[in-house]
Every structure is written in C-alpha cells, then in structure tokens.
C-alpha cells in the first residue's frame, strides 16, 4: 500500500501563487508517474500536470506557463507550483502517483493512488 500526504492550497487573489506538495510513502518498487490532477464543482477530475520518473512532464493547456511540475525522487515528493492564478483555478487539486509493486501473492505491476485533495481557491 502507499499513503499520500498532500500539503499547500488555500485561498489567494487572482494573479498570485500557491504551491502543493505531496509526498509518497510505503512499499513499493519504484514510483512511475507523480502529478496532479484538480476537480471543480460540477466538473470532471482532469489533469493538470503529469511528471515521469525519466522526468518528462506534462501540462494540461490551461496552466502551461503558469505552473510548474517538479519531483524529488530521493525524497518521493511531487510538488507543483502555481503562479499567475485565476479564479478558473479554483478547484480541489488530488496528487496521483503510479507505483511498480510487488503484491503478496506474487503479482507485479502498477497500481495508482490517490491523495485525499487540497483546496486550491482563487479569488476575482
């Protein structure tokens, strides 16, 4: 299994910053993707940003120049750093990481997990 503690998020006017953090914890092989995802009322969970272990990130259109993804891997955390926000950002933002495990009956493979989601507000 592996926890995920996300940290950051809160309330800030539009055009300022905030930063999540989540960190990894648990029994697994190796960690294959960290990144966030956000969810607003009345709206699909979508991705925000999406870093792999070779360190390729992804963006969604919407935050590419406003937010940057970064990974420390000696410390299993993902951060994602947000500035130039808009109140279009308002939403609860949910780290996901997929893992490389070995289960007990001996099965390999990659298994997801998700954070329990920080509030991310922006105010007009």
């Known amino acids: 299994q592996v926890q995920l503690v996300e940290s950051g998020g809160g309330l800030v006017q539009a055009g300022g910053s905030l930063r999540l953090s989540c960190a990894a914890s648990g029994s697994f092989l190796s960690i294959v993707t960290m990144g966030w995802y956000r969810q607003a009322p009345g709206k699909q969970r979508e991705l925000v940003a999406l870093?792999?272990?070779?360190?390729?990130?992804n963006y969604a259109d919407s935050v590419k120049g406003r937010f940057t993804i970064s990974r420390d891997n000696a410390k299993n955390m993902v951060a994602l750093q947000m500035n130039s926000l808009k109140p279009e950002d308002t939403a609860v933002y949910y780290c996901?990481?997929?893992?490389?495990?070995?289960?007990?009956?001996?099965?390999?493979?990659?298994?997801?997990?998700w954070g329990q989601g920080t509030q991310a507000t922006v105010s007009s």
């Open positions: 996901n990481v997929v893992v490389e495990a070995l289960r007990p009956t001996g099965y390999r493979g990659k298994f997801g997990y």
């Open positions: 870093t792999t272990s070779g360190g390729t990130a």
